[in-house]
């Protein structure tokens, strides 16, 4: 049975499985589903729309599947989807889909520290860590085992490779492909995430070939067309090179630079 708090008001359409907690002035809506052994914070609000799943840790003073901060919205019903074993701080804030995908997600074992916000239709994948403040504008992408530093704001549509990191306070306003490190004003490639990537028990082979891909596409004098054209070419059948190149082939906001191409268009003006 699920143990709620009598200062707490939970709608009773709402669905709580076994050995959910929901502590004092919690407010949670109709058509709201939380998994089993979930602790919902005190003064937390869930939307109708919620999904969230086993073993959640939702602290006090978070929001999740408030209507979207997007003009177009007219109130069409929407989700939001939070995986199992996912950490959620104080005054996190998730918004519900659009009608243009229906929903928002958050992955598995997931953590959203203090005050991050993760606006309308976004994805993100599961072993993600948002850092504080972390702004998550409509329709971005996150991949699985990315970090974002303190204080990152990223862009609309933006698509963040996985096992990337990203330095804090840095502006995110193009795509960030997978596997890299990422710092600067403008946001540029600073290399190979190769730390995270030993951590996670990548071989210095399959990081050896990422490093000559990124080097050929951040490093060298070829544009992206032909580094990518070069990499198909030079790494044919290789999972990494095919990973990357799509990424870059479906890009709609277009690739952060390299800081060579970078100093070359500095030059130029």
């Known amino acids: 049975m699920p143990k709620v708090h009598p200062n707490a008001l939970?709608?009773?359409?709402?669905?709580?499985?076994?050995?959910?907690?929901?502590?004092?002035?919690?407010?949670?809506?109709?058509?709201?589903?939380?998994?089993?052994?979930?602790w919902i914070g005190?003064?937390?609000?869930?939307?109708?729309?919620?999904?969230?799943?086993?073993?959640?840790?939702?602290?006090?003073?978070?929001?999740i599947g408030g209507e979207p901060q997007d003009k177009k919205f007219s109130g069409e019903p929407s989700n939001v989807f939070v995986g199992d074993h996912t950490q959620i701080r104080e005054f996190v804030t998730i918004n519900r889909g659009t009608s243009a995908t229906g929903k928002t997600s958050v992955g598995a074992n997931?953590?959203?520290?203090?005050?991050?916000?993760?606006?309308?239709?976004?994805?993100?994948?599961?072993?993600?860590?948002?850092?504080?403040?972390?702004?998550?504008?409509?329709?971005?992408?996150?991949?699985?085992?990315?970090?974002?530093?303190g204080m990152v704001p990223v862009h609309q549509?933006?698509?963040?490779?996985?096992h990337c990191m990203i330095g804090g306070a840095f502006r995110v306003p193009k795509d960030v492909p997978p596997y890299v490190l990422a710092a600067g004003h403008p946001l540029t490639f600073a290399g190979l995430n190769v730390i995270g990537l030993r951590?996670?028990?990548?071989?210095?082979?399959?990081?050896?070939?990422?490093?000559?891909?990124?080097?050929?596409?951040?490093?060298?004098?070829?544009?992206?067309?032909?580094?990518?054209?070069?990499?198909?070419?030079?790494?044919?059948?290789?999972?990494?090179?095919?990973?990357?190149?799509?990424?870059?082939?479906?890009?709609?906001r277009g690739l952060m630079p390299g800081r060579s191409r970078l100093r070359e268009e500095e030059e130029s003006l």
Not at 128 to 133: C, D, E, F, G, T
Not at 210 to 237: C, D, P, R, W
């Open 10 to 38: 939970v709608s009773p359409k709402a669905k709580l499985a076994d050995n959910v907690i929901v502590d004092a002035f919690a407010v949670i809506d109709d058509d709201v589903e939380i998994g089993a052994g979930t």
């Open 42 to 63: 005190s003064s937390t609000r869930l939307f109708s729309g919620v999904r969230i799943g086993a073993n959640v840790k939702i602290s006090p003073m978070v929001s």
């Open 110 to 149: 997931c953590l959203l520290m203090s005050y991050a916000h993760v606006a309308h239709d976004c994805v993100v994948g599961d072993q993600v860590i948002l850092s504080n403040a972390v702004q998550l504008a409509g329709h971005v992408h996150v991949g699985d085992f990315a970090i974002l530093g």
């Open 157 to 162: 549509f933006v698509h963040i490779g996985q």
């Open 199 to 252: 951590r996670r028990g990548f071989t210095s082979e399959q990081i050896r070939t990422l490093k000559h891909i990124y080097k050929m596409l951040f490093v060298s004098t070829l544009n992206v067309s032909q580094a990518i054209e070069e990499i198909k070419k030079q790494f044919a059948g290789d999972p990494y090179a095919d990973e990357i190149s799509q990424f870059v082939d479906i890009s709609r």
